[in-house]
């Protein structure tokens, strides 16, 4: 079964769950917003590289925040759930904007114990190295809760949002981790070197 979605492409990976605030200028998305607002509030956050994407995510208009004078706005949206277009008709008939036949992607949220608490480690090992508290609290945090903020690119945020399992999701981050917290670390010990070879040092003369 399909749906029939508002498609607004973007180059940006939108996760479910995820906050998503957008600055609205063009007049098309405008009109799309302004739709929403009236209607069932649900649109297609779809991504575009080089091209589109079949990969998108649905998400719901929460709230308009604020309308500039010259009909610009500031809108809160909330990520809900993957999709893939199935057809894409630009614009949809009647309106600026596009649209589409997308079907719903599976989401599996059974993950093994020990893949998450390891996954829960290296996150943390993570922040750590990039001196950023943040509180991790088990069981509210999924593979998607920090994957804008551990540096993968468009492209690895887009293979991530393509896999239907947690499990393979946790696994994909796990090995993003494995890549650079190594990195990470052999430059944090360069950074104590230089602050440890920067202070002034008694030296005695040599006595020739």
């Keep these: ?23 609205i200028f063009e007049p098309r998305y405008r009109q799309l917003i302004h739709d929403l607002n009236n209607g069932n509030r649900l649109m297609g956050i779809c991504v575009y590289l080089d091209k589109l994407m079949p990969i998108g995510t649905e998400v719901e208009l929460q709230e308009i925040t604020k309308i500039y004078e010259d009909g610009r706005m500031d809108v809160k949206t909330l990520g809900t759930r993957v999709f893939e277009i199935i057809s894409f008709d630009n614009p949809m008939m009647g309106k600026l904007y596009a649209a589409g036949n997308v079907v719903y992607k599976d989401n599996d949220l059974k993950v093994n114990k020990s893949i998450y608490e390891q996954f829960l480690f290296f996150l943390r090992e993570f922040f750590r190295l990039m001196e950023y508290e943040v509180e991790l609290k088990p069981l509210k945090i999924n593979s998607f809760t920090f994957s804008h903020k551990i540096g993968l690119s468009i492209e690895e945020e887009y293979e991530l949002v393509q896999l239907e399992k947690e499990s393979e999701r946790l696994v994909f981050l796990i090995h993003h981790f494995q890549r650079v917290l190594p990195i990470m670390r052999d430059l944090e010990s360069a950074k104590k070197k230089i602050r440890m070879n920067g202070h002034f040092k008694n030296l005695d003369p040599l006595d020739f």
């Design 1 to 23: 079964m399909s749906d029939y979605l508002p498609l607004f492409p973007l180059k940006l990976v939108a996760f479910p769950g995820e906050q998503l605030n957008l600055h």
